[in-house]
Every structure is written in structure tokens, then in C-alpha cells.
């Protein structure tokens, strides 16, 4: 019997409790449950201003035990329903969950899928529906689609009344999860103002997940004397180690969109606090900084022409991978900054990354809520004189080989090798952030000022 899956894609903007509700209901009837939270419109701008980035970590810890795909919301688009109906069919029998306001007028050919939706007349008759009743709302059985099922939770809502109810100063109780409104209430989202990247955080009851450096002896043993939270228990994500096993972490744990607390228990530790200073039942029972550091979102392409992606918290470069320098053309936002650049190879890195080996390669870092990204020659040779630029956060680079026959180069992603390449693409993700949590005073920006202005 071929798999059935159940698409529920929509804004969730803010997602709700009773998304909740529907998409647990859809879980007891399919084999899986993709929820999809759309992207940006053309058509009618239905998702607010609010940054994708939110959007993502709400959906990821407001929506559990279901498949979050953030492929829109990474890539910036809208994908309508014949576009995911095509995307997913691979996987099974593939079943859109829809409103039951949305079929009303379903029998004259007036419904919203019929008036809005691209082919919606085609798509009535061909596509599967998983039709939701809406708690209060009344349904006319002629109205179906002619592929339907019918589910009915006994909940209704909208996350429109969510947005305007924290606009006008009020309670969401019950509304949403308590993941989610702690979030809203963290960066003071939808309350007319740009959200912030920093906020407090209260972590008086902590429950850590902890991850620790098996190669430190020193990371060993305060691991040692602490006790681990199952990870679907976990409040917190604990790291002890160094830098390295800080970013370890992030690529491995991000998507759970716990708060990362380090120990240094390495040698610089820019991303972790100091373990001298607080050990951690003093450090996690206080009123500590939490700042949200966005990733790189990385596509590198092989020389058989696949492309793949990865996420990076620090950086991304290509090398040559032979006695020959490289031969490498730069573009940004489509356009050909640098028609040739002859070097060792090219590294972009975001403002944490810019501490690490883009320091070394000669640049000056950035502040961690600089509003700009890293882009880095190594031992360039042409054009004569150029090192570094400062790029818009919000630009794209694309590095490409010119030669990779004779001139071949390998790429890396903060760290892990890729393999050799004939281009690495890189800009700010849209979906993947992390968030990094310092003592008072402690935080990233003070330890950068310590490394730029040593010996003090």
C-alpha cells in the first residue's frame, strides 16, 4: 500500500495551538505529516513583516512530532499547491489539508480553491483534500471536493487575532504553545517595532542537554559531575569544550532551538563562557544574555554538477587543490565583482566567524550584530592589493572555479571538508539561527574587544 502524507502548508504566523491540534489529528490518520510554512507573496503579502528567521524557530518548536519543510521560507518563494503536490508524490499519496472555510461554495464552483488558488478548478477535481472543519463553523457535505476527507479537531483560530492581540499589549495564553510565546515575548515580536537579536533569558529551572569535548580531560570531568536532561526534556543545550566543539554542536543540535550555553574548557573560546568565572549551577541559575546568530546557508556544487547544501555557523572557503594557484571568479547578488582572482582560495565567514581564520587571513573581525558578512582572499596575487570586503547581510556570494581541470579546488564548511567543487554559493540564512548565552558583560561582542585590544 502506497504511503499517505498529509501536506499543511500556511503562514503560521504565529503558528497556533489549534495548528497544534490539526496537525496531531492529522498524525493519527497518515503516515506523515509535512507542515510547510509558505513564503514570501506576490499576489497578497498574507505573512506579515516578520523575519522568516522567527517564523522558522516558532514553527520547529511550535509544531512537534510532524516534518517542518522551511524550503520556502530558505529560498524566499511561494509554493503553490500543484507545485507541492508535485514536489511530494514521490513519497506516497500525497493529501492537502485544507480550512472548511475554504471549500464553502465548493458545489457552484465559487469556493476559495476555486477562486484563488492557481488552477483551482483543475485542482478541485484532481488533487486530495483533507478537508478541517472549523470548530463553530457550519459545512455544507455538497460543498466537498470530490477526493476528500473529513476531519473535525473542535478547534478554530487564527493567527491574525494572535498578531493583534500582543499588538494591543494582551494576553496569548492558550493561544499558543509556551515555546512559542516565550519566544515572541523574548525578541517582542509583533508589537509594531523591529525585533531584537539580544535579549534576557531566564534559565532558573535549567534542564541541559550536555555535550562535552571526550578528547578534553578538563571537559570530562566537569561533564562528569553534572547530570544530562533526556534531549525531548531539555530546556537548554550545555557544551563544554572548546570553539570547536561549540560549532560541532550547532550543525548537530540547531533545529531543536534550544539556547546553547558553552564552557570553555579549550584555549580562545569566543563562543562559550569563561569556566573559571561561574561554574554551571551558579551560571545557568541566573538571569543570563542570549543573543540569536544567524548561519550561512551554503550550496556547493561538484564536478559532476550536483549541488548540495549545508548550513555553517562560522565560515566557508574554497582552496586549490593542487600546486597551482586558483583561478576564481566572485560574483555577488549576480553580478561579477571579481572577473578573476588568483590566490590560494576565497573564504566568506559571518561576524562570529570573522574571530577565526578570516582573522588570520588578515581581515578585521566584525561585531556579532554587525549587519554584514565576510568575504576573504587567501594569498592573492590578483588584483594586486585586494584582501577583504564588508558585504550586506543580506547578499549572496558565489565563488567559482575557472579552471577546475587544471586548477582544482576543494571547499569547506566550517571546518568539514566537501570535496572538490566547481563553485561554493553562500549568503545569511533565512531559517537557521542559533542562539548563543553569555553571563551579564560576558558576552561575544566584550570577548571580540578583548582578542582586537590584548594585553590589557
Known sequence: MSRRIAVFSGSFNPPAAH?????????????????????????????????????????DCGLPNVRVDHSDLEHAQFSRTHLLDEKYRPLGEVWHAVGADMVRG????????????ERGSELWH??????????????????????????????SGASTEIRERVFRGGGIDGLVLPAVAKHIERYGLYRGSLPSRSAELDLSSPRPLVLFDEWNPEARRVAGSLTTAPAEEANCILVIGGDGTMIRSIRQYWRMRLPFFGLNAGHRGHLLNDLSDRM?????????????????????VDSAGHATAHYAMNDAWVERASGQAAWLKVTIDGEVRLPKLV???????????????????????????????????????????????????DAEVSIESLDPAKRPVRAYVDASGKGLVRSLRARISRTAAVELVFAPGKDITSKLLEGLFPGK
Not at 509558505?38 to 528567521?53: A, C, E, L, M, V
Not at 465548493?106 to 488558488?117: L, N, T, V, Y
Request: proline fraction near 8%.
Open 19 to 59: 495548528h497544534r491540534t490539526v496537525a496531531e489529528e492529522l498524525a493519527k490518520h497518515f503516515d506523515e505529516v509535512i507542515v510547510v510554512p509558505g513564503g514570501p507573496r506576490t499576489d497578497r503579502p498574507t505573512s506579515g513583516p516578520t523575519d522568516p528567521i522567527h517564523r522558522a524557530i516558532m514553527t
Open 106 to 117: 465548493g458545489r457552484q464552483g465559487r469556493s476559495f480553491i476555486h477562486e484563488s488558488w
Open 126 to 155: 484532481s488533487l486530495n483534500f483533507a478537508v478541517v472543519a472549523r470548530d463553530g463553523f457550519g459545512l455544507d457535505e455538497g460543498d466537498l471536493p470530490p477526493r476528500h476527507c473529513l476531519f473535525s479537531p473542535g478547534v
Open 280 to 300: 554551571p549551577e551558579t551560571a545557568l541559575s541566573s538571569t543570563l544574555r542570549v543573543q540569536m546568530l544567524p548561519l550561512f546557508y551554503v550550496e556547493t
Open 343 to 393: 590566490g590560494d582560495g576565497a573564504l566568506v565567514a559571518t561576524a562570529v566567524g570573522s574571530t577565526a581564520y578570516a582573522r588570520s587571513m588578515g581581515a578585521t573581525p566584525l561585531l556579532a550584530d554587525a549587519q554584514a558578512f565576510l568575504l576573504v582572499g587567501s594569498n592573492v596575487s590578483e588584483p594586486e592589493n585586494w584582501k577583504s570586503a564588508h558585504l550586506p547581510l
